[in-house]
């Protein structure tokens, strides 16, 4: 039996436990979702990329550190009082709000994170090549171009630093050398879309009716994973159209739900979340265990 990570999957599958993941958060700040979406989010996006590049956390960080306290300070709604400052209170219920909003946010930048490492330029225009073509073209161009952007630009930084054009140490010198690195890769990225487009041009493109091929295919274990997160998606609304997982945190916070329609949407979500991760670390420790034994 093949091995297949997450990633492996048909995009299909891949997008539809994604997308379901990250919309369930975005409806409900219940602190038990909200909990169980940065888990699964944060264990995908570690189990697959590790703890390599650990500054490209540093802005959730700052998030999780500023919304709250920035919340707790312009919001003044909430009954627990902790300190009156110009007459304006500061509540509990307000910071705990900002908490786990913040933390919502997060979570589905996370996913969505894994979402553009995963689905590479060939897989937006599987999804979306038959549908919408021009719009599948435009997508997978965008995500290519964002990250090709950010190599041309240290690719351009490394340039002007190897020549002496500006040091990091004076602060005068290096905002200047950051706005002319600014504008060479403006230039750059002109001329590169102008290239692009007259390749396309030279090619024939938009002169015929385009077609299609890809070389993925929707095989059993693809159906198998749309199937039950579609039908873990599906106890999840179901249970949240019957009051399942309400939680309000003004005037006073509600206590958190226990009913059967909430206890249905935690574990329907809670195994939704985790499964990209189980799939991806139970690859990783078959390969592990196979190459221990050699």
């Known amino acids: 039996m093949a091995m297949r990570g997450f990633g492996d999957y048909n995009p299909i599958a891949v997008f539809v436990c994604l997308m379901s ?25 570690f189990v697959r990329m590790g703890t390599d ?3 490209s956390h540093l802005l959730g960080a700052a998030m999780l550190v500023v919304l709250p306290l920035l919340n707790m300070l312009v919001s003044h709604k909430g009954a627990t009082v902790f300190i009156v400052i110009n007459d304006n209170p500061v509540t509990l219920e307000s910071l705990v709000y900002g908490v786990f909003s913040t933390m919502m946010l997060v979570s589905v930048l996370y996913w969505f994170r894994s979402f553009s490492q995963i689905m590479t330029s060939d897989k937006i225009l ?13 997508l997978s161009m965008t995500l290519r171009f964002i990250p090709h952007f950010s190599r041309q630009a240290k690719k351009i930084d490394n340039a002007q630093k190897v020549m002496g054009l500006y040091k990091e140490d004076n602060i005068v010198d290096s905002a200047k050398g950051k706005l002319r690195v600014f504008s060479v890769l403006v230039t750059w990225g002109l001329e590169n879309g102008i290239t692009t487009a007259d390749s396309m041009t030279a ?7 385009r077609t299609s091929f890809s070389v993925f295919r929707f095989g059993r274990s693809d159906a198998l994973l749309t199937a039950v997160t579609l039908l873990l998606l599906g106890g999840c609304v179901a249970g949240m159209a019957f009051g399942g997982a309400e939680f309000s945190y003004y005037p006073k916070m509600t206590g958190i739900p226990r ?10 979500y809670g195994i939704m979340t985790l499964l990209p991760t189980v799939i991806e670390t139970e690859v990783k420790l078959r390969w592990h265990s196979l190459k221990s034994a050699i």
Do not use: E, H, Q
């Open 21 to 45: 993941c990250a919309g369930i958060a975005v409806f409900t700040l219940n602190p038990v979702i909200i909990i169980l979406s940065v888990i699964g989010a944060a264990g995908l996006w």
């Open 53 to 55: 590049n650990m500054k």
């Open 126 to 138: 599987y999804l979306l090549g038959r549908v919408s073509p021009k719009l599948a073209l435009v």
């Open 203 to 209: 090619r024939g493109y938009g002169t015929v009716r």
């Open 259 to 268: 009913d059967i329609s909430s206890l249905i949407v935690y574990i329907c």
